[in-house]
């Protein structure tokens, strides 16, 4: 049977190319050309079996537009030298405080500018952040929230540092993960963070994503989490929001949509339940998917984040 020991083996080892292929993949964000990333329309089989054994390509999004409100362009560095953009907004009256925003995968800096407004009209100065590899930061190479903590980190002392006390975090996604975990890394002590949507591992992203593919979550998030780890110097298995959450003393306002196909329900669950902090809120969306819950409902989103605000800002003498 010394036969069925190599059938075995060389899928084994085929299975493992397969993962650190896509491992690359999603962690490589290629610049996309003038328009919408083009799609191969090959009807060859060879040619579709090679793109579903290599995965797909990333491309990370240009931005839509810039702020309609008075911004400066900020400049920041992280440790190895990699370019941080962002947009500092101040509020056009006294402001109550600064609230710094953070992307999702593959997104940027212009796709939150709706929240940026409304953090303004609340009377916030804002701050919107291009992470790594995304926007107009450079770098080709994400680690989906894991490194990009650190350009949490650089934001938050580039307010701190101007002498602001009323810090606010707010991500969606990846960005939710990243804030979780430069809060809980970094030791940061924001007045709140509002964090939408985060998964709850990297295997459990990786899970959602073969889920909507339309193939087996197992063995590839489990595999291709192992890959990523190895490509990016990290332990892939070991990125756990959830375990990072543990940390997370202030005030927390996290939000989900029960729709969501990405992230489930379970995964918010062990997230929230996780958080330390005494003072912390879940908000669900009834009928919303992996989206911004602005745009879906505005008129909860604006009353429970102006709630949260109100509630977790320190008091002013």
């Known amino acids: 049977m010394i036969w069925i020991f190599w059938v075995l083996l060389a899928q084994f080892i085929l299975v493992n190319i397969s993962a650190a292929f896509y491992a690359y993949k999603i962690t490589h964000l290629y610049k996309a050309p003038a328009g919408m990333p083009p799609s191969s329309s090959s009807r060859n089989i060879f040619a579709k079996t090679w793109r579903l054994f290599t995965g797909p390509k990333f491309y990370r999004e240009a931005l839509t537009q810039t702020p309609g409100f008075v911004y400066t362009t900020v400049a920041l560095k992280t440790k190895k030298d990699i370019l941080i953009e962002a947009w500092y907004g101040k509020a056009d009256s006294v402001s109550k405080g600064t609230v710094i925003l953070f992307h999702g995968l593959t997104r940027n800096k212009s796709f939150l500018l709706d929240e940026a407004v409304a953090f303004r009209q609340m009377g916030y100065s804002v701050m919107l952040v291009d992470t790594r590899s995304h926007g107009n930061s450079s770098g080709d190479y994400t680690t989906i929230g894991y490194r990009e903590s650190e350009e949490v980190k650089l934001g938050y002392d580039y307010i701190s540092n101007s002498g602001e006390k009323n810090i606010f975090l707010w991500g969606t996604s990846m960005g939710a993960v990243e804030i979780v975990k430069a809060v809980s890394g970094y030791q940061l002590h924001p007045a709140g963070i509002i964090i939408e949507m985060p998964f709850l591992s990297l295997q459990s992203h990786l899970k959602g994503r073969a889920r ?73 969306y009834e009928n919303a998917n992996h989206e911004y819950f602005l745009k879906r409902d505005p008129v909860t989103w604006k009353k429970e984040v102006s709630d949260f605000l109100n509630e977790a800002a320190p008091p002013t003498f």
Not at 232 to 253: E, H, S
Not at 265 to 272: L, Q
């Open 212 to 284: 909507i593919l339309g193939f087996p979550e197992q063995p590839f998030s489990f595999l291709t989490s192992f890959w990523i780890g190895v490509e990016r110097g990290f332990n892939g298995w070991g990125f756990n929001t959830a375990r990072y959450a543990r940390n997370v003393k202030c005030p927390v306002l996290m939000q989900y949509g029960e729709k969501d196909e990405l992230v489930l329900k379970y995964e918010t669950d062990a997230v929230y339940e996780s958080i330390a902090s005494a003072r912390k809120k879940l908000v669900m």
